[in-house]
């Protein structure tokens, strides 16, 4: 019964490259949530996925940032053109997605590391 | 939007002793309320939660109690020890579309249970 799973945990990219985060609900959850974590604060929201749709991407940055939960296979979040400011730790959270249910369960995050 | 604000940002006490956790929040609409903590490096884990139409809620050493007039909750933890040290986030939600929405959360509470 696998949590969360979140790769890669650490990923150091140079100024203006891609970075690419995955996230791997719990089983059988079919929402997504992404949230960023900068040191020593607390979690700003960014975007609410279900299955091939945005929900809520009101948190996430107009440019450069972009997510998606396909049918099949993780969700990912896609940071183009990297800078210093985004280094950060990156948490995805899944949940039941019904009203009877709302519980959010985090992964071990990814901690990206502009340089 | 939602706003949630947290206090103390830090607390210290000693092992034994009751820590006591304050949250209030903005909108009236926020109906689900988890507590997280998050110990150093580690991803965010659910410890409780309540919801709008309960008014407390305890798991052993653990309670939760919400105002909803006053939109305020707190988290309590009784007769406390060194591994409750960790930084506690209190958060809010709503529905959103016939599913539960992001959470908003506090700056977090670092607390320190001194042995």
């Known amino acids: 019964n696998a949590g969360v799973m979140q790769n890669p945990r650490h990923l150091v990219r140079r100024r203006g490259q891609e970075a690419r985060l995955r996230c791997s609900p719990m089983?059988?959850?079919?929402?997504v949530y992404w949230y960023r974590q900068l040191p020593e604060e607390g979690l700003k929201f960014m975007v609410y996925?279900?299955?091939?749709?945005?929900?809520?991407e009101s948190g996430m940055p107009k440019e450069r940032f972009s997510a998606e939960f396909p049918k099949e296979g993780p969700s990912i979040l896609r940071i183009q053109q990297v800078v210093r400011g985004d280094s950060a730790a990156y948490f995805c959270?899944?949940?039941?997605?019904?009203?009877?249910?709302?519980?959010?369960?985090f992964g071990p995050g990814t901690r990206l590391t502009v340089t | 939007g939602e706003n949630v604000e947290q206090h103390p940002s830090t607390l210290s006490v000693q092992e034994g002793d009751s820590a006591v956790i304050k949250c209030t929040y903005s909108?009236?609409?926020?109906?689900?309320f988890p507590w997280y903590k998050q110990e150093l490096g580690k991803r965010p884990q659910l410890i409780i939660d309540?919801?709008?139409?309960?008014g407390e809620k305890k798991d052993q050493r653990i309670a939760v109690t919400l105002n909803k007039t006053a939109k305020h909750f707190s988290l309590h933890i009784t007769e406390t020890q060194p591994e409750d040290s960790a930084v506690y986030f209190c958060?809010?939600?709503?529905?959103?579309?016939?599913?539960?929405?992001?959470?908003?959360f506090g700056k977090g509470t670092k607390l320190s249970v001194k042995p």
């Open positions: 959270a899944s949940a039941w997605g019904t009203l009877s249910s709302y519980e959010q369960y």
């Open positions: 309540i919801r709008s139409n309960v």
């Open positions: 089983k059988g959850h079919s929402h």
């Open positions: 958060a809010a939600s709503m529905n959103y579309g016939g599913s539960q929405g992001n959470l908003i």
């Open positions: 996925l279900q299955k091939e749709n945005i929900i809520d």
């Open positions: 909108d009236s609409a926020s109906n689900y």
